[in-house]
């Protein structure tokens, strides 16, 4: 079965500072997609980016970036210019090929300190 | 161009009772998903579906729970003989045709309580 581990439970940053929330993951499939989604407190989850198991090539979505390490099977994303706003829940999920459901980590509590 | 809606947004019940919850996926996707979340955890996945076909229930988390989705459009999602053990949110999503499109777009969820 596919596993996905947040190791951080919660994380700080001043604002306009740089954060990293960690991921990592457990598959034997070739096939699968990762993803970073945000929850908000009271509000709707949210895409924030996603990868493909496939490509090299991080994914960048303005401020926000990861680093996939495929071979060690690690997702991580990066937060730059962090803003009052970013101030959420963030659940790094997997998905294997195919329409089968989200697996998702524990999340991290992300606090933006002003 | 509306999202995901879920109602209601809020439930309390009885422990024994039985409880509906009604998902609106975004128009024109045709797989829809049911989560459970509980406190302090991500996510759990519960079933999807693609149009009105139930694909995978076998993560559905006792035969209390059963899910529909009779034409395709809106689903329910129904737990009998509720527990306080079901007290949790019930989160419902939805994705594009395209298989390129992965992304799932998730709905407020309905808060259900069991007294």
């Known amino acids: 079965a596919q596993t996905v581990t947040q190791s951080q439970p919660e994380m700080s940053v001043q604002e306009a500072e740089t954060v990293t929330l960690s991921c990592t993951y457990d598959?034997?499939?070739?096939?699968?997609?990762l993803f970073w989604y945000k929850q908000p407190p009271s509000r709707q989850m949210i895409l924030v980016i996603r990868?493909?198991?496939?490509?090299?090539q991080n994914a960048t979505e303005n401020r926000f970036s990861v680093n996939f390490q495929k071979a060690a099977k690690s997702f991580s994303l990066k937060i730059s210019d962090s803003q009052l706003g970013d101030a959420a829940m963030y659940f790094c999920?997997?998905?294997?090929?195919?329409?089968?459901?989200?697996?998702f980590g524990k999340g991290t509590h992300l606090i933006i300190q002003p | 161009d509306t999202g995901v809606s879920q109602d209601p947004r809020h439930k309390i019940t009885k422990r024994g009772q039985n409880v509906t919850f009604r998902c609106d996926p975004i128009?024109?996707?045709?797989?829809l998903y049911w989560y459970r979340q509980t406190l302090g955890q991500g996510p759990e996945f519960l079933t999807y579906?693609?149009?009105?076909?139930?694909?995978?229930k076998s993560r559905l988390l006792s035969d209390r729970f059963s899910a529909e989705r009779p034409k395709g459009s809106f689903s329910t999602l129904e737990i009998q003989r509720t527990e306080q053990g079901d007290s949790a949110m019930y989160l419902c999503?939805?994705?594009?045709?395209?298989?390129?499109?992965?992304?799932?777009?998730f709905g407020p969820g309905t808060r259900l309580l069991v007294l």
């Open positions: 128009s024109e996707h045709n797989r």
């Open positions: 990868q493909e198991a496939y490509k090299q």
């Open positions: 999503a939805s994705s594009p045709r395209d298989r390129a499109q992965e992304t799932q777009y």
């Open positions: 579906f693609q149009n009105e076909a139930q694909l995978e």
């Open positions: 999920a997997y998905r294997r090929g195919g329409a089968d459901g989200l697996t």
């Open positions: 598959t034997s499939e070739s096939d699968y997609y």
